[in-house]
């Protein structure tokens, strides 16, 4: 029987529903596809903002409150930083560091994909999550300030500047991961499912890739989209702004419209408008808690099984 899905993941939204879909598959059922265009490098550490929230929450480590970084994490490093005036716009938690001086180091001999499974295996998870690439791609962002690197935008101006286009140098050369390739052609792929992450920041690298977009209008099994706007809002973050400011409307519609096509079906929450072209699955889609991932992500599964 059909039964492995993949989810397409960035950080919070996507972190969220890859939980919830991990407590209702077998491990070996789930691959969890990350974005890896937010990467970057600071104060000579490679940073997987993305990547490193899928895995903390899937490790139960992640802060609910604060959206990133390790629970109860302490930060003397930052304040030692600021003491030596260096660069701390960028908040580094102590243990969380730990994780990015060891894939620092452990880049320098293998690939991202091989350190995140590393990393994972230390971190007790048992699903696979997989970079989107193994290649460099990075996120600039264009404002009416000029051309920013993604997280000169995103956390430095905290999404201030007003945007007129998001561009991800390197995608043309990357490839999509050994791991991304193989879900895709594993036989037993029952459904793919675009988490509620940023469809600019978050899912859009990942559709970007050479080749990807072909092989998903190619596949025959269903394409699902959780939605992240929730009455004309984001839950989190600038997904709402960004889509307002590029003239795209905050809605239903304007998310499926986003996909151009891609999309088989929506899940929408119960307060928006359903869109029309595509299959719609109206619930409750606010992820407060485990307990509302889990439900959610059997509500996606079993609508999955519908189509
Ligand atoms: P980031 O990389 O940390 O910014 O996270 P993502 O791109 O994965 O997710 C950001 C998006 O997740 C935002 O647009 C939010 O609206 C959405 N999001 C976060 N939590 C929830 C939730 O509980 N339900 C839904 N539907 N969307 C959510
Ligand atoms: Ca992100």
Redesign the pocket.
């Given at each position: 029987m059909k039964s492995h899905v993949i989810a397409l993941?960035?950080?919070?939204?996507?972190?969220?529903?890859s939980y919830g879909l991990a407590q209702c598959l077998s491990a070996d059922d789930l691959t969890v596809i990350v974005?890896t265009a937010?990467d970057f490098e600071h104060l000579g550490l490679t940073i997987c903002?993305?990547l490193d929230?899928v895995m903390y929450t899937l490790a139960s480590l992640n802060d609910p409150v604060q959206?990133?970084g390790v629970r109860g994490d302490t930060r003397h490093l930052m304040q030692a930083l600021t003491r030596l005036d260096g660069e701390d716009w960028f908040v580094l938690g102590d243990q969380d560091v730990a994780t990015h001086l060891l894939r620092t180091e452990q880049l320098k001999g293998h690939t991202l994909s091989q350190v995140t499974t590393a990393l994972c295996g230390k971190l007790g998870i048992r699903i696979a999550v997989v970079p989107m690439s193994d290649q460099s791609v990075r996120t600039q962002v264009e404002t009416e300030q000029g051309r920013l690197a993604f997280q000169d935008y995103?956390v430095r101006r905290r999404c201030e500047p007003v945007l007129k286009g998001v561009t991800f140098e390197g995608i043309e050369v990357a490839r999509p991961s050994d791991g991304f390739l193989g879900a895709l052609q594993n036989p037993k792929l029952a459904a793919i499912v675009v988490?509620?992450?940023?469809?600019m920041?978050?899912?859009e690298p990942i559709l970007s890739l050479p080749g990807v977009r072909e092989r998903l209008r190619a596949r025959s099994v269903p394409l699902i989209a959780?939605?992240?706007?929730?009455g004309g809002?984001?839950?989190?973050?600038?997904?709402?702004k960004m889509f307002r400011e590029l003239g795209l409307p905050v809605t239903s519609s304007g998310l499926v419209d986003y996909y151009q096509g891609l999309l088989d079906a929506v899940?929408i929450?119960r307060a928006d408008e359903p869109p029309t072209g595509v299959k719609v699955l109206a619930t409750d889609?606010?992820?407060?808690d485990s307990a509302?991932?889990a439900r959610?992500a059997r509500e996606v599964l079993q609508f999955a099984q519908t189509l």
């Open positions: 993941a960035g950080g919070v939204g996507g972190a969220r529903l974005n937010d903002p993305d929230t959206g990133w995103f988490c509620p992450s940023n469809p920041l978050s899912i959780v939605s992240p706007f929730i809002q984001a839950v989190k973050g600038p997904a709402a899940v929450d889609t606010l992820m407060r509302d991932q959610l």
